[in-house]
């Protein structure tokens, strides 16, 4: 008869082994807790696997448009705040133009500056950037669309000096103060045709102009931006105006009035013409208004189709997502059950091995 025997390096080999197997499930388990899905997903789905590929890709496709969103939103808001104190500045110059003949008229000084004050909020908020981009420049992000008329060397200022200059040259006078009450009504419609685009601008009076081509004042001049809005695909199907520019008419009216009505509600001017004048711009205001608010109101019908967009993209991903739960998911309260089945395991072999670890022959002789 032949005796066979356990040695203890073998019984701790066994257990060593089977502690590594342990700890390799365990950290699975603590994945598929954390995540709440298999944590070898090719191996648990097989051929499932693709499936669950092409609808993870969807729900990654679907929060890109979220996130695509979210920066439109962002656009959409910041535009609309903008023209909306845009349209505050024009109601200033409004209040004051048609108070002017009122028993309570405030001073031409008091005139003056307010509407420089309202003009210069006008531009502030036509060049405003967000995340390094010209809300009002159309397509060209990277350009500051409207030019600065207070700032020295202003191209408009010198543009609209221009058109008055040559006015003045016509007439046989040499400043504003000298010109009629017709005069001045014939200048006033001529430069709102200048601004508009009706009437476009030659050399002279302007120079460094090609006399072979038509030029609009605003855009030459006073505007960088581009007619050509931004646009954001909201959804895979639709695709929305997500900006404006500052060639639209609210805010050449805006421009075109400011400056008109600092040249002649000065003092040096008579009270007849004045009266005209305040009259003209109150109404040339107006418009600036009406032009800014439909403005407005465009990019809100854009914000209610992006946030109607936004819903559908997260009903969605959400269908998706409860699909691939269904598919990926694991049972948290199984695995947990594991989970503590192995760490007990774990434990007894460590015991066990410690124990191993501690016989020796020694003991016995």
Known sequence: MKTSFIS????QNSM???????????????????TGKHADLGVTLGANTARSLDLNRDVDRLQSNITINAFATQRLESSQAALTSMATAANKIQSVVLTTNGAEAPTTAVVLQTITDAYKTFTGFANTAVGGEY????????????????AEGSTLKTAYDAELNAFLATAGVSKPSDLTKDQ???FMTHIEGVFNGTTTVTN???TGLDGTQNYDFWTTFGSKASDTNMTSRVSQNEVVQSSTNSNSQGMRYFAMTAV???????????????AMVASQSGTNIGKAIDGLNQQASSLGLSQERVKKSNDSLAAQKK??????????GIDTYEAKTRLDLLQQQIEIAYSLTSRLQKMSLVNYL
């Not at 089977?18 to 603590?30: F, G, P, Y």
């Not at 809300?135 to 008329?149: A, E, H, K, R």
């Not at 008109?260 to 004045?274: N, Y």
């Open 8 to 11: 203890s390096l073998a019984m």
């Open 16 to 34: 060593r082994s089977t502690i590594l197997k342990a700890q390799l499930e365990m950290t699975n388990l603590n994945t598929e807790l954390t």
């Open 135 to 150: 809300l009002f420049s159309g397509i060209n992000t990277d350009v500051q669309p409207v030019d600065d008329y207070f």
């Open 184 to 186: 001045v009504s014939a």
């Open 204 to 206: 002279p009076p302007h």
């Open 260 to 274: 008109t009505a600092m040249t002649f509600l000065d003092s040096s001017v008579s009270s007849e013409i004045r």
């Open 319 to 328: 269908i998706i997502e409860t699909h691939l739960l269904d598919i990926e």
